[in-house]
């Protein structure tokens, strides 16, 4: 059967046989380049639509159904429409500043694509700082939203910009501690190897309660990081139309809308990753028959199905619940989610050093 | 009409000031908020009117007494029928008329279905203020039931104009009474699941309790009318103090709350469903058999004299005062709208509250634009 | 206390003319005597007429009546209070401090009629755009060339 | 106890939760109960209740005979002067001038489908139509004489 790692490790023999090193290095990041940029614009595309059909049939309502087999070519009709929509800046607005912060959106978004393990032994850059660098830079897509908000020289627009600054500050700190109990527990800061650990079982079900606690407070927090409903505040939108972006239009109101999708994708993946066992499949205990057949389904597929799933369970949050108010959130954060995850932390530090776990 | 710092946005104390509407999610339709903010907390609420004002008490006065019936539809739409009800009883009040049992009963029946209609959409409404979107579109699914219930008996499903003076239009349609049962007993099903989705949820209650805050003293002084008032704990059910049409010989309720917040206006309002659905429930089995309608003139004129009904709508109390000179036309029309005064009472129960209060308060309030410009 | 006991409570508040007839009890009272006797209305234990339901005006060509509709909660009574005004200089007490919703209900008249409220904290218009100030639409001989069609 | 409260409380707030994630669940595995009317793709087997108002017609025989006798009743019912009648002078058979209509015209832009000239008609001449689909692109097409050309009064309406 053919797999990722296998493409990518037959495109690099090919290349070392042709070209110097060097050159191999070059042609290696333009086709990462050009295959995460394809991977984006296929995943907002596909995250559009699903969204939508999952609020439709939520709403019972059937959903777009217009463009293409069951509608599923309606983002792509959205996004064409997009494309050729005319970009205003506001007279008012400080125009570099204005511009710039979609394109800091999106390249944010998208530096957090390079750790992630997609399937077995494929990953763009196993950095052994995996799990810092992805909450590090996670937490710039604060400075886009900030940047735009007040930029746009409107007050809505601020107004959105500085809730969703202290939104996300927030809840840096729980994300934060969440992943680090996982790391107490595998003693790693490289995401293949925190794949590798859960070999014999995902962390979800062998780290005992922890693991089930911060796995809660991990999807929680995303889900307020990437200024998702319930915690949607940045662009509430029966209080401040559309927050942060309400001025803008065109690209770089797609821009915004892409990276805001992007980031679902990606939290989710380290979700998955972290938690649910990467590209590992699910086995259970010694049922030889039934572990061979999960083994069959290959990696991408485990990867992608999990991903696809937390994603789902983030969608599913928006549309059941409505909005917490701006000191509400603030309250879940700083008075349930923080204590209880340094709690949960000295907790599995505890199983960690007797070493409980599995 | 407007102050000089508002187009500079914010005021001599470094305030905010930010126009809420007349284009706004939460203002739901052309209402204009002047809203003075300090951060996040508001500092004061101005309403800006006008936007969709009609005269409709001048229309009125070159219109005959048939006629000006239908242009009440057009002011508070989701309670129209209540609305031309109250202009019935005025007329009819003037005219010294009967009303047949039957016309009565068909009266508070299509009342009290609009009155559901009317709750129903208020509460998705607010739950979508609120930032859940589901609720919205379930309740569209209930609310579309009594819409073809209305378009099969009065012939419109929003501005039926199913009153005249002395009765009802048509008489109800052979469907009517399955169509109804069928509604009684979704409603039995679905009212839980509106509680599972919204009543019980916990950012739900935290976003409503205590917010929007009204004393029962405040709100009598505010001239707040209706389920907003009566979850402060004022009685004034115009069903149950003044009853009219067949108000007094049904069995309900006047849901009366104490807490005064938006969550006790909720309350009040989903109880009131249920009270509604129960007087439904107890009319439709008992329709009196008979005319429809009472035989009146074919050009009304009102005795010289002045003439006042209250009637209860899905918002509060209607009122309408017609002047007579004894014409064929009204002399002078005024209509005392609930969503007017309740509108009023906005500036005190969300200073010092934040913007989220002040969007829940006013979904709270049930506002209709309409209503509240004539 | 029934109508006639109500009625001849009212009396006997101060210089009062009550006209017959009606659904409830219609009093007329001088614009100079207004403001004494609404704010005895409201603070009187016996009557307690808190709740101003209808505030409104009509035009009757020769002159302006202010009408104002009265109820009590506490006692279930309803009243009519009616003031003749000037119709060149319609001038009358504001009673939005008794009453705070007559703040909106007496902006609305000021705009639509004309008549000035003293003491009115923030008499501006409340339904119609800058530049109706002076323009009365409500009043019998207002008229529109543009938007009023005559049937 | 105040752990006790907290530990509650969460729990609460995450049961709350949870019967709304299931309701909403529920939704999303039955899709039986998915009420959308795709309405124009529905045309075919739309069904209006008879009584619904549409426009103002007015109801010909196959003769091309109509019940309008131009008395105006509609006319002076009407609150927004939708309906205008204009009245032209039949000669009859014994040579009487009869007063009879020559077009009635309606004004669909104006009209709030209120029914009232219905009910004032006499001789049951117009009727409530449901159709719905009156927009077109020019104002003007909104005006409609509702009595056909070369139509006549029926026989025995008086």
Not at chain 2, 51 to 66: A, N, V
Not at chain 2, 117 to 131: E, F, Q, V
Request: glycine fraction near 8%.
């Amino acid at each position: 059967m053919i797999s990722f790692s296998e493409i990518a490790s037959s495109v690099h023999q090919w290349l070392n046989s042709h070209l110097s090193p060097a050159w191999v290095l070059t042609v290696e990041m333009v086709i990462v380049g050009v295959a995460a940029i394809a991977l984006f614009a296929l995943l907002g595309l596909v995250l559009v639509i699903m969204e939508r059909k999952v609020a439709a049939y939520m709403q019972i309502r059937l959903g777009p159904n217009r463009v293409g087999p069951k509608g599923m070519l309606q983002s792509t009709a959205d996004t064409v429409k997009l494309l050729v929509k005319e970009g205003i800046t506001p007279a008012g607005a400080d125009k570099f500043m204005f511009n710039l912060a979609p394109f800091i959106a999106m390249i944010t978004a998208m530096l957090l694509l390079a750790p992630l393990g997609f399937a077995k032994d494929f990953q763009i850059w196993d950095l052994n700082i995996g799990v810092l660098y992805v909450t590090a830079v996670s937490s710039l897509s604060v400075i886009a939203i900030l940047m735009a908000g007040w930029s746009s020289n409107n007050k809505y627009s601020l107004l959105g910009a500085m809730r969703s600054g202290a939104q996300i500050v927030s809840y840096e700190l729980s994300a934060g501690l969440a992943i680090m109990t996982i790391v107490v527990l595998t003693g790693s800061l490289q995401l293949s190897e925190i794949v590798e650990s859960q070999r014999n079982g995902w962390w979800i079900f062998k780290g005992h309660l922890p693991a089930l606690i911060a796995f809660v407070i991990f999807i929680i927090a995303v889900t307020a990081e990437t200024n998702r409903a319930p915690f949607d505040l940045a662009e509430a939108e029966s209080e401040l139309t559309a927050g942060f972006h309400t001025e803008y239009s065109g690209m770089k109101f797609a821009l915004f809308f892409l990276a805001e999708y992007i980031n679902v994708f990606t939290v989710c993946a380290i979700g998955a990753t972290l938690f649910l066992g990467g590209w590992m499949p699910f086995h259970i205990g010694n049922w030889e028959g039934f572990n061979h057949v999960m083994d069959y389904i290959p990696s991408s597929i485990w990867f992608f199905g999990k991903t696809f799933f937390l994603i789902f369970v983030i969608m599913w949050f928006r549309w059941t619940f409505p909005r917490l108010r701006i000191d509400q959130l603030l309250d879940l954060e700083w008075k349930y989610l923080l204590p209880i995850s340094m709690f949960n932390i000295i907790l599995v530090t505890v199983i960690a050093i007797y070493h409980l776990h599995g | 009409m407007y102050s000089t710092t508002e187009h500079i946005g914010v005021n001599e104390l470094g305030d905010m000031i930010i126009n809420v509407g007349p284009q706004h999610p939460a203002t739901h339709g052309v209402l204009h908020l002047v809203i003075t903010l300090n951060g996040e907390t508001v500092k004061k609420v101005e309403p800006h009117l006008g936007y969709i004002h009609r005269s409709i008490e001048k229309m009125c006065e070159s219109l005959s007494y048939r006629q000006f019936i239908y242009s009440t539809s057009r002011m508070d739409y989701l309670s129209s029928h209540i609305n031309n009800h109250g202009c019935a009883l005025a007329v009819e009040k003037g005219l010294q008329v009967e009303i047949p049992a039957r016309a009565e009963v068909i009266r508070v029946l299509m009342g009290e279905l609009t009155r559901v209609a009317s709750h129903i959409l208020w509460w998705g409404a607010l739950a979508m203020d609120i930032g859940a979107f589901t609720p919205f579109f379930h309740a569209f699914r209930e609310r579309e039931m009594i819409n073809e219930i209305m378009e099969e008996t009065c012939g419109a499903r929003l501005t039926m104009n199913y009153m005249v003076p002395g009765g009802v239009m048509f008489d109800l349609h052979p469907n009517f009474h399955k169509r109804v049962k069928a509604l009684l007993q979704q409603f039995k099903d679905k009212l839980d699941e509106y509680d599972e989705l919204v009543t019980y949820n916990t950012i739900f209650i935290n976003r409503t309790k205590g917010v929007g805050f009204i004393s029962a003293e405040d709100a009598i002084s505010y001239g707040m009318s209706g389920p907003s008032a009566r979850a402060s704990g004022v009685s004034c059910d115009i069903r149950k103090i003044y009853p009219y049409g067949m108000y007094d010989k049904v069995q309900f309720d006047e849901v009366l709350l104490q807490e005064g917040d938006t969550y006790a206006r909720y309350l009040v309002r989903m109880q009131e469903i249920r009270q509604s659905l129960s007087i439904i429930e107890q009319l439709i089995d008992n329709i009196p058999e008979g005319d429809f309608q009472a035989k009146t003139k074919a050009v009304l004129k009102l005795p010289k004299g002045e003439y006042y009904s209250r009637v209860e709508t899905a918002r509060g109390e209607f009122g309408v005062y017609i002047v007579s000179e004894g014409g064929m036309t009204p002399y002078r029309i005024k209509f005392r709208s609930p969503g007017f005064s309740n509108l009023s009472a906005l500036d005190h129960m969300t200073r010092g509250s934040k913007i989220g209060d002040l969007v829940a308060t006013m979904g709270s309030l049930d506002l209709v634009i309409p209503d509240i410009d004539r | 206390m029934e109508r006639e006991e109500l009625q001849q409570y009212l009396g006997g508040l101060g210089s009062l003319t009550f006209e017959e007839g009606g659904e409830w009890i219609n009093l007329f009272v001088e614009s100079g005597d207004f403001r004494a006797l609404m704010e005895q209305l409201r603070r009187d234990e016996q009557l307690g007429f808190d709740y101003l339901f209808c505030l409104t005006c009509v035009d009757f060509k020769t002159h302006l009546t202010m009408v104002y509709h009265l109820s009590s909660t506490r006692y279930r009574y309803n009243i009519v209070v009616k003031s003749k005004l000037d119709r060149q200089q319609p001038e009358i007490e504001t009673v939005c401090d008794i009453w705070r919703t007559a703040e909106f209900h007496e902006r609305e008249v000021y705009e639509l009629f004309g008549v000035k409220f003293m003491n009115h904290p923030d008499l501006r218009l409340l339904i119609l755009p800058e530049g109706w100030e002076g323009k009365n639409p409500l009043r019998k001989d207002f008229e529109d060339e543009v938007n009023m069609i005559k049937l | 106890m105040f752990i006790v409260d907290y530990i509650k409380s969460i729990y609460g707030a995450m049961k709350s939760m949870g019967t709304g994630m299931k309701r909403t669940a529920y939704y999303f595995t039955h899709h039986k109960e998915i009420i959308t009317e795709q309405y124009p793709d529905n045309r075919d087997t739309l069904v209006l209740p008879e009584r619904f108002r549409g426009e103002v017609v007015m109801t010909h025989t196959e003769q091309n005979e109509h019940r309008c006798t131009g008395c105006t009743a509609c006319e002076l019912a009407c609150p927004n002067g939708t309906i205008k009648i204009v009245t032209k002078f039949d000669i009859s058979p014994e040579g009487k001038k009869k007063k009879a209509v020559d077009k009635f015209i309606y004004h669909l832009e104006l009209c709030t489908m209120c029914n009232l000239c219905i009910e004032a008609c006499p001789t049951n001449a117009i009727k409530m139509a449901q159709s719905f689909e009156h927009s077109v692109f020019d104002r003007s097409q909104l005006t409609k004489v509702l009595n056909q050309p070369g139509s006549k009064l029926e026989e025995g309406v008086e």
